[in-house]
C-alpha cells in the first residue's frame, strides 16, 4: 500500500515532507510538471537533522534550469551548486530551503521510461538498483497515477531473484587463510574480502527477498535488513561486527553468516547451488 502523504509524521521527517509538498506545489503551479516523487529518508519515515530532501521531478519537456531556479528562489531557496552537469535528459542542483538542503531538478520521462525498459529485460546496474529502489519506497506527490504504474513495473522480478543470488553465493574463505594473512601483513587484503562477504550476503539476501540492493553508496544498513522477513538472526549485529571487529573475530563471523545465509537459499531455493566457488568482480 502507497505510503499517506497526509498522515505524515511530525518531527524531522514531517517537517520536510512539507517542504517538500511546498516545493512541489510551486513546481505544478509555475512549469509543466509531469509527476514528481519524493525519495530517500523523508519518504521512509526516517529522517533525523542531517537528512536532506530527495525530490525527484519529471517533464515529458524539461524546463530550463534557470527558469526552474527561478521557482525555488521566489520560495526563498538558496542555490548551492549543481549535482552532476546538467544535459539534455535532465539536471539537478542544491538548494538551502528554511535551513534544510533540498537535493531536486528535472528529468525526462523518456529517460526514466528507458531504465524500466532495462529493468524489465534484466540489465540492472546500480544506477538502475538505485532508481528502482527510490521508485518503490518513494511518495508520489504529483501525478499519482504515472508513478503507480511505473512503481508496479520494477516490482522484483523472479529472474532477477535467481540471477543476483547465483552471482553472489561465491564466497571467499578467508576464515581457511586467515592465520596465513594474518601473517604475511596482508591487513587492506584481509578486510577487503571481509567487507566483500558481507556485502555478498546483503546481496543474496536482499534478492532472496526481493529488494533491489547496490553497494554504492549503501546506507541506512538497518532499515534496509528491517525489511528482510527472511534472514539470520542478529544481522545487522553481525554485519557491524564483520565491519568493525578484529579480522581474526571478524573472519569467523562472516563464517558462521555465509552458513546461515546458505541454508535460507537452499530451503527457499533449491534449485540453486550453494557450493559455488568464489567468483571475484574482474577489475575495469
Not at 174 to 201: C, N, P, S, T, Y
Amino acid at each position: 500500500m502507497m505510503p499517506n502523504l497526509m498522515a505524515a509524521p511530525g518531527g524531522e521527517t514531517g517537517r520536510r515532507r512539507a517542504i517538500a509538498r511546498r516545493v512541489v506545489d510551486r513546481l505544478a503551479g509555475e512549469t509543466d510538471l509531469t509527476a514528481s516523487l519524493l525519495a530517500g529518508s523523508a519518504a521512509q519515515g526516517i529522517s533525523d537533522e542531517h537528512s536532506d530532501i530527495d525530490l525527484l521531478n519529471y517533464y515529458e519537456v524539461l524546463p530550463e534550469p534557470a527558469a526552474f531556479d527561478a521557482v525555488l528562489s521566489r520560495m526563498g531557496a538558496h542555490r548551492m551548486g549543481d549535482i552532476g552537469p546538467p544535459g539534455r535528459e535532465g539536471f539537478g542542483a542544491s538548494y538551502q530551503l528554511d535551513g534544510i538542503e533540498v537535493q531536486t531538478g528535472g528529468q525526462l520521462v523518456a529517460l526514466l521510461e528507458q531504465r524500466l525498459e532495462r529493468l524489465a529485460a534484466g540489465d540492472v546496474d546500480w544506477i538502475a538498483a538505485k532508481v528502482a529502489q527510490g521508485l518503490l519506497e518513494g511518495i508520489p506527490l504529483y501525478g499519482d497515477d504515472l508513478i503507480r504504474g511505473w512503481q508496479e513495473r520494477v516490482r522484483y522480478p523472479e529472474a532477477l531473484r535467481k540471477r543476483e543470488v547465483e552471482a553472489n553465493l561465491g564466497f571467499f574463505p578467508i576464515w581457511k587463510l586467515d592465520d596465513h594473512l594474518a601473517a604475511r601483513d596482508a591487513e587492506l587484503f584481509r578486510r577487503q574480502m571481509l567487507l566483500d562477504g558481507a556485502f555478498r550476503v546483503v546481496a543474496v539476501l536482499s534478492a532472496i527477498n526481493r529488494l533491489y540492493f547496490t553497494t554504492f553508496q549503501f546506507k541506512r544498513a538497518g532499515a534496509h535488513v528491517e525489511r528482510m522477513s527472511l534472514k539470520p538472526e542478529r544481522l545487522k549485529e553481525r554485519l557491524d561486527r564483520i565491519a568493525n571487529a578484529a579480522p581474526s573475530d571478524a573472519s569467523e563471523e562472516l563464517r558462521t553468516l555465509v552458513e546461515d545465509t546458505k541454508t535460507i537459499v537452499a530451503v527457499e531455493m533449491p534449485d540453486v547451488d550453494v557450493t559455488v566457488a568464489w567468483n571475484p568482480i574482474p577489475d575495469p
